[in-house]
Every structure is written in structure tokens, then in C-alpha cells.
């Protein structure tokens, strides 16, 4: 015999049996998910696969972007920065939208529209028309991501199933995020550089063919009005702030890089402060007071900085300076995306019994640990050919991050009400995205700064060489390639010895950073079991 509920969250099943053979109970079971939510899952897991590849996998054809677009070293940043800057801004927004207007119906739309600019950015003819292309695709994306999270809080009643479910996603997350240079390399290697957008489209059409089929529709049955102001001031908080700290890197403390940051400053008090007089906020902020749930997006943040700004810097190492094909960069760090995926799996029976301020501080020390294997190993003396501290380093880091944000994704989520999954969803998401823009813009920004003022040019080259030898590691490495070989190996030795020192430089970034969200972690992090409702 079925009994059939209706919830917020869509129909609901669960079995019962007669009166007489049932037992009483000390406390109520969730029902436990039919085969049906697991390829339910199976589905969920396409977007989230293909929005982290995209997250990375760019990073790793931005050798070949460079050489056939030849952007300014501002664009190149953009050109990576424009896409997650705008899923940011708009994830809040869009996972209210969906708690609104139906997750899944938000889902289909956005695979629908990511599938079409994909295309265009695949033909991208100049630098302009690919940041533009990046940001239209970081607009759709914000509709996949809240959408895949909530809907897996519908599908997943059961806490233990549904913190499986999370680490399963959660090593999607950062399995497609360290997948992107494998598949970049493979791509890479046969195709041009636009092949890696059209990887969305088969992607998304079994997505779109599936999703109606398995998973129901679920949204919150009393939503609040859709506050644009918000949606304009979450935008308006974080563009300025990126665009302030690229300034700094590139013009120093007298460009507009200072206002610039205090605009975005202003404008996310200014959101915060509507958050907390609206009856029905789109980002309900009083969340953050809630220890469990303010220091795991924390986690994330710095996680997915760490590991962004990690990929950033090694994919050029690889392929422009150790020589190493697209794909043998790219298996290079394969060791690493495994160790990602086995940690994030293997850490929730542990999570079962380890509380989360002991088990996310000891993952983010071993982060900490692969940064400082790249600070110790990758310097002017090292041989630039060897690959193993980076190999080590990164299997490091996929440990920590792939077991830490496992179990920051799951506090995140049981910590909001039911009704309000998408939006307690697209704050993970949105830190994760945040993390990305910051990975790029603070790393990428002091390596850039760094490079710019360690290289030294020969005096043969032109006016115009000089620029473009200065302004990217890929141009100095083009440059070289194109004047007498003797003053070309003097210019790529350069290029190399001031682009790994400012390696040296990030990489101790890096640990501070890891370092910093362990202390977080071990402050805020309470055991989910007696904080969290189920």
C-alpha cells in the first residue's frame, strides 16, 4: 500500500504497511529514494559537470585563444572572468526565480539558451565578441547550477541518501572543474580552440530530452516578489570589485582600481541592508548568522579560489614552459582529478562520525600543503621541465578540496528551510563562482603584475613586440618564436624565469588562503547533527 503526499517540493511516495505489522518507532524515518531519484541524479549531474569544465577548461585553451585572438593581457583575464563574474552576480537571483517560477522549468531554459551561445562563442571572431559570448553564457548558467542543488533537496528526503547525493555532486563540481584541462587537451589537439564550447551542445540534449521525464517540478508555494534592485546591486557589488583589483594589478594604486572596490563595497552593503528590511528577501542573509552555514560558504569560497587560480597558472606552466602537448598537460593532472573524486565519496562515511570543524580544517591543511609543494619546487632554479611537484601538488589539493566541499555543501543545504532550497543553493553556488571569478582576477592578477615587471626584454625587438611580450606569458612565448633563435631562447628563458616567480609568489597566496578557511572552519563549523534540522 502507497501513500501519496503532496509537498512544496512535488509528490512525494511512501510505502506503508498494516496497521498490525507495524512497529512503533522512536522517531520518524525519511523515506529512502527509489532507483528513479538516482538517475534522476544521474541527469542533474550534466549541467554540473558541464558548468565546472567550463569554469577551468578555457583556462587550458587560453594558449591557443591568445595566439589567434592576441588580447591585451586585460582581455585574456575578462575573456576567463566575464563568464563566472555574471553566473555570480545573478545565482542569488536566478535560484530565487526558480523557488518561484518552477527549478525545473528554469533548468530546461537555461540548458536551452547555454546550448545556443555556446555556439556563437565557438565562432567568437575577436576578443570583444568571446568576453561578450562568456558573459551571455554566465547569464544561462546561473539558471543551471541553483536548479541542479534544490532539486536534489526534492528528490532526496532521506539525510544520509541525500548527503551522498551532495558528495556525489559536489565531486561532479570539482571533478568537471579539474576535467576541463583533460578535455581541453583532447579537444585541443585535434580541434580549434572554439571546440570547447560546442562541447555544451551534446551535453545539454539529452538533459533537455530527460529532465521532463524524471524529475518532477517543485517550487515554493509562497515566493516573494522579484526584486530587481537586488538583482542590479548583487551585479553592481561584485563587477566593480573584480574590475578594481585587475586595475590595481595592471595600473597600480593610481588608476580607478581603489574607487572602484569601494563601489562594490558600497553597493554590497547596500544589498545587504535591503536583505534585512525586505519582508521576503531574495538572499535571506540572516542564514550567515548560523555558524554551519556562514563558514561553509566561507569554505567554498576560498576552495574553489585556491583551485582556480591553481589551474590558471599551471595550464600555461604545462604547455608554454615544460613544452608539454594539450593532452599531456592535461593527463598530467589527471592523478589529481581522481584523487578529487575518491576523496569527495570516501569522506561521507567519515563525515558520519568525524565532526565537520575537525574533518574540513585537516582537508584544507592538505591543500594548504599541495600549494606549498608549488612555493617550494617551481623557482628560477628549478628545471622547467619537471612535472612531478606539480603532479604531487595537485593531488594534494584535490584531496582537500574534494573532501571539504563535500561536506560544506551538505551543511549549506540542510541549514535553509525546505521552500527555500534554491536559494540557500545558489549561495553555495554563488560562492563557488565568486571563487572562480576571484581565483583568476586576485591570482591571475598578481601573477600578471608579477610577470610584467620580472621580464626583461631583448633590445632588438620592436615597439610592438615588446608590448606584446610583456603583456602575457603566450606573447612572450609567440614573440620568441618569431625572431632569430638566439635572442628568441634568451626572451622564453626570461619569460619563464619571471613567470614562475610569480608562481612562488600565488602559490604562498594559496596557503594563506587555505590556511585562513581552515581556521575558519575549525571556529564555525558545528556538528550538523545537533544544528541542523532535517
Request: with cysteine.
Amino acid at each position: 500500500m502507497i501513500n501519496t503526499t503532496s509537498t512544496d517540493t512535488g509528490t512525494v511516495e511512501t510505502p506503508t504497511r498494516p496497521a498490525a505489522a507495524t512497529a512503533p518507532t522512536p522517531t520518524t524515518v525519511a523515506p529512502r529514494a527509489p532507483r528513479r531519484a538516482w538517475a534522476a541524479l544521474a541527469v542533474l549531474m550534466l549541467p554540473v559537470l558541464l558548468v565546472s569544465v567550463d569554469n577551468t577548461v578555457l583556462s587550458f585553451a587560453l594558449p591557443a585563444i591568445a595566439r589567434d585572438l592576441a588580447p591585451t593581457a586585460a582581455q585574456q583575464l575578462w575573456i576567463i572572468d566575464a563568464y563566472p563574474l555574471v553566473l555570480a552576480g545573478l545565482l542569488v537571483a536566478m535560484g530565487s526565480t526558480g523557488d518561484r517560477f518552477g527549478r525545473r522549468r528554469l533548468l530546461l531554459i537555461g540548458s536551452t539558451g547555454f546550448a545556443l551561445v555556446s555556439i556563437v562563442a565557438a565562432f567568437a571572431p575577436t576578443a570583444e565578441a568571446l568576453i561578450a559570448a562568456r558573459a551571455a553564457l554566465g547569464f544561462f548558467g546561473a539558471m543551471l547550477m541553483p536548479s541542479t542543488l534544490s532539486l536534489l533537496r526534492a528528490v532526496f528526503t532521506d539525510r544520509e541518501q541525500r548527503r551522498l547525493a551532495i558528495a556525489i555532486w559536489a565531486s561532479g563540481f570539482a571533478a568537471g572543474s579539474a576535467l576541463g584541462p583533460l578535455v581541453g587537451g583532447i579537444l585541443l589537439e585535434h580541434f580549434a580552440w572554439g571546440s570547447v564550447f560546442l562541447l555544451a551542445v551534446p551535453v545539454l540534449v539529452p538533459l533537455l530530452v530527460l529532465v521532463p521525464l524524471l524529475i518532477p517540478e517543485s517550487r515554493d508555494p509562497a515566493p516573494g516578489r522579484i526584486d530587481v534592485v537586488s538583482t542590479v546591486l548583487s551585479l553592481a557589488a561584485m563587477g566593480p570589485v573584480v574590475y578594481g583589483i585587475k586595475s590595481l594589478a595592471t595600473e597600480g594604486i593610481g588608476g580607478f582600481g581603489v574607487p572602484a572596490i569601494v563601489i562594490g563595497l558600497a553597493c554590497a552593503a547596500w544589498f545587504v541592508r535591503r536583505q534585512l528590511r525586505s519582508d521576503s528577501p531574495m538572499l535571506d542573509v540572516r542564514l550567515f548568522r548560523q555558524g554551519s552555514f556562514g563558514g561553509a560558504v566561507l569554505v567554498n569560497l576560498f576552495s574553489v579560489i585556491a583551485l582556480v587560480g591553481f589551474l590558471y597558472f599551471v595550464s600555461q606552466h604545462l604547455q608554454l614552459i615544460a613544452g608539454l602537448t594539450p593532452v599531456a598537460a592535461g593527463l598530467a593532472l589527471l592523478p589529481g582529478l581522481i584523487a578529487m573524486i575518491i576523496a569527495g565519496l570516501v569522506v561521507v562515511p567519515i563525515a558520519r562520525r568525524v565532526r565537520p570543524r575537525v574533518l574540513v580544517p585537516i582537508a584544507l591543511v592538505l591543500s594548504a600543503a599541495g600549494y606549498l609543494v608549488i612555493a617550494l619546487f617551481t623557482s628560477a632554479d628549478s628545471s622547467a621541465h619537471s612535472i612531478a611537484p606539480i603532479v604531487i601538488a595537485f593531488m594534494l589539493l584535490g584531496v582537500g578540496i574534494g573532501s571539504a566541499e563535500t561536506v560544506s555543501n551538505e551543511l549549506i543545504l540542510s541549514s535553509a528551510p525546505p521552500t527555500k532550497a534554491g536559494a540557500a543553493s545558489a549561495v553555495s553556488e554563488t560562492a563557488y563562482e565568486l571563487g572562480a571569478v576571484l581565483g583568476t582576477a586576485l591570482l591571475g592578477s598578481i601573477l600578471a603584475a608579477h610577470f610584467r615587471a620580472g621580464i626583461e626584454l631583448p633590445a632588438v625587438l620592436t615597439g610592438e613586440q615588446a608590448d606584446a611580450a610583456r603583456e602575457t606569458l603566450a606573447g612572450a612565448v609567440t614573440v620568441a618564436e618569431g625572431i632569430p633563435a638566439a635572442v628568441g631562447a634568451e626572451l622564453a628563458a626570461s619569460a619563464a624565469h619571471a613567470f614562475d616567480g610569480g608562481v612562488v609568489v600565488t602559490s604562498l597566496i594559496g596557503v594563506a588562503l587555505m590556511i585562513a578557511a581552515a581556521i575558519v572552519a575549525a571556529v564555525a563549523l558545528k556538528n550538523p547533527g545537533a544544528s541542523d534540522a532535517d
